[in-house]
Every structure is written in structure tokens, then in C-alpha cells.
């Protein structure tokens, strides 16, 4: 079993605050790491995608990975109402293993105005 | 943009009911999945295909089976539908070596 943890929440931010949700995983040969947003009654969409060490910023989301320590997470900027939803993160082993995806139970989000 | 259609969005059906919910993506993807989501248990997978007829066992196949006769089309089967298979069905598709899944819109299950 490919074991993926993350906190359930709710995390609760003022609107305009940093909100940071955080992942870890078990397997250390995980090539593919992902963060999808997921509101209430809605299927998940891929918001953010990180393959190495490091981090990947686009628009307000920035993504951070650090293998060493199978790590991963998702940093939001200026948080607003919108971005309330639950966050799940992903990995993959990517090839080899025909693409199984692997998600954590997801972090909840509550952005107050 | 990528396009996973899951026809039936609510059905309700009795238990020992065969239930059939379909898949089908417009992106010539060959990897097909499918998810059960339920709360604090996140997602699950059930099934998953690599090509046209052919299958793995995910993480929770049991109850459940699946049929992939055309590249675009994934069904899931419940042969005899239990109470605890209400749920949220999730069907999605990636490329062979795609790094991203894409998700349908979600099928809610209740089993009574």
C-alpha cells in the first residue's frame, strides 16, 4: 500500500493570509507529485504538478517538494472565499508502474472573508 | 480541453441490483480508473486499464468488476450492489505516460 498523509482540517486563514497544506508519502521512489482542488459535491482538478526538489509557483499557488525528506506541499498566496475546498495531493511512481496515482484523504480549507 | 463523461450522476438503486456505470473520454487516453471516494477515506481505486480489454486490480476490487471494450469507453459493474457501495464513483483518464489524470464529473451510488 502506497501510504499518502495529509491533515483533514479543516484549516481555517483569514481571506488575504498564506494558507500552507501539507503532504507526505511513503514511497520513496514517487516521481510525480500533484495537488488537486476539490469543492464540495465536485469532481478533483489538478491545480499544481511538481517533479523535482524545489519549488514551482504559478499565479498565487506555489508547490514545494522535498524528496529527501518525502515531503510536498502547497502554499496558497492572498487566500480568497473561492479557494475554500478540499486539497488532495497525489503521487505517482510515474513509468513503470502504468501511472497509478495514489491520493491522500485531502485537507480541508475554510478561507474567512 | 480534456473531456471525461460519466453518464449517470445520481442513481438509487435496491441491494442485489446489477448497477453498470459508464465512462468515456474524448482524449484517446490508454489508462482509464476508477475511483470510489468516501469521507475521511479519500480516494480509493478500484480498477484500473492500460489498454482495450485489458485490467489491473487496484486497492479495493472486490464487488466490483470492469469491461473495457473500446479504447474510449471504461464501465464499472456492480454484480450484486450492497449497501456499503454507496458511495461517490469517480472515473478518470491519463496518457500511458502522461504525468496528469483527468477526472469525470463523479457518479453518486445509494444502495438501499
Known amino acids: 500500500q502506497k501510504e499518502v498523509e495529509q491533515n483533514s482540517g479543516p484549516l481555517s486563514v483569514p481571506e488575504g493570509a498564506i494558507a500552507s497544506l501539507n503532504c507526505t508519502y511513503s514511497d520513496r521512489g514517487s516521481q510525480s507529485f500533484f495537488w488537486y482542488r476539490q469543492y464540495s459535491g465536485k469532481s478533483p482538478e489538478l491545480i499544481m504538478s511538481?517533479?523535482?526538489?524545489g519549488d514551482k509557483e504559478d499565479g498565487r499557488f506555489t508547490a514545494q517538494l522535498n524528496k529527501a525528506s518525502q515531503y510536498v506541499s502547497l502554499l496558497i498566496r492572498d487566500s480568497q472565499p473561492s479557494d475554500s475546498a478540499t486539497y488532495l495531493c497525489a503521487v505517482s511512481p510515474g513509468s513503470g508502474n502504468f501511472n497509478k496515482f495514489y491520493f491522500g484523504s485531502g485537507t480541508k480549507l475554510n478561507v474567512k472573508p | 480541453d480534456v473531456k471525461v463523461t460519466q453518464s449517470s450522476r445520481y442513481l438509487v438503486k435496491r441491494t442485489g441490483e446489477k448497477v453498470f456505470l459508464e465512462c468515456v473520454q474524448d482524449m484517446d487516453h490508454e489508462n482509464m480508473f476508477w475511483y470510489r471516494q468516501d469521507p475521511g477515506l479519500g480516494l480509493r481505486l478500484i480498477y484500473f486499464s492500460y489498454d482495450v480489454k485489458m485490467k489491473e486490480k487496484g486497492d479495493i476490487p472486490e464487488g466490483y468488476s470492469v469491461s473495457r471494450e473500446k479504447k474510449e469507453r471504461f464501465s464499472l459493474i456492480l454484480e450484486s450492489a450492497s449497501t456499503n457501495q454507496t458511495s461517490m464513483y469517480l472515473c478518470a483518464s491519463s496518457f500511458v505516460n502522461g504525468n496528469t489524470i483527468y477526472f469525470g464529473e463523479g457518479s453518486w451510488l445509494t444502495v438501499v
Open positions: 511538481i517533479y523535482s526538489n
